[in-house]
Every structure is written in C-alpha cells, then in structure tokens.
Nanobody, 123 residues
Framework: VQLQAFGGGLVQAGGSLRLSCAAS????????MGWFRQTPGKEREFVAA????????RYADSVKGRFTISRDNAQNMLYLQMNSLKLEDTAVYYC?????????????????WGQGTLVTVSS
C-alpha cells in the first residue's frame, strides 16, 4: 500500500477531526499532495492541496477558514485538520499524491490515491 488514509469517524456538528495519510517515500518526495472527498452519487470533490515545501496551499471555498492541510516530509505524512465541521462535510475523504500540476484541484491531476476514510458529521 502506497497511500493510507486514516482518522475518520463520527463527530458532532461544530466539532473537529484530524485526518492523516501515510505515504511511501517514493510517492512523497517532490510532489504536491491533496485531499478530496466524495459522497454517494457525486463526483470526487477537491478539498485542499499542498505543495512539496508546504508553503503553497489551496482550499475549496467550502472549507476555507475551517480546514488546514499540512505535511511532514520527514515522516512522509499528510494531514487535514478539520474544524467547525458541518453536516455537509460528511463524505469519504481520500488523500492523493504524485501531482506535478499546481494547483492540483482536479482528480486527474493526481496519479496515486489512498483507500479513503469515512467522516460522518451528525447534528
């Protein structure tokens, strides 16, 4: 397994959750990474992206100000801190890697994907 996302779960609206993604080293080096999410019947939706150095970040308008993407290159880890969660944030969240595009806001911008972790926000 080259990408593995974890940290999803059930959380009340207004709460917080932190997603993590462990990447194999050959994926992690020198490429942008990102998070997407998907709900049944809908296309995979861009959430956030971060460049190799961590100084470039992009967010979907729907999560701006609430979610923070970060990475630890030494540990080959990608994170998504999600605060002030809303019901509409409920989805399967996927981490993605191997993008040479910036900003990589489309699923086709990424070559590698994790298996997804479910986030359920309840009222």
């Amino acid at each position: 397994v080259q990408l593995q996302a974890f940290g999803g779960g059930l959380v009340q609206a207004g709460g917080s959750l932190r997603l993590s993604c462990a990447a194999s080293k050959h994926i992690f080096n020198n490429y942008a990474m990102g998070w997407f999410r998907q709900t049944p019947g809908k296309e995979r939706e861009f959430v956030a992206a971060i460049n190799w150095g961590g100084d470039g970040k992009r967010y979907a308008d729907s999560v701006k100000g609430r979610f923070t993407i970060s990475r630890d290159n030494a540990q080959n880890m990608l994170y998504l801190q999600m605060n002030s969660l809303k019901l509409e944030d409920t989805a399967v969240y996927y981490c993605a890697a191997d993008s040479t595009t910036w900003p990589p806001v489309l699923p086709q911008n990424f070559l590698s994907w994790g298996q997804g972790t479910l986030v359920t926000v309840s009222s």
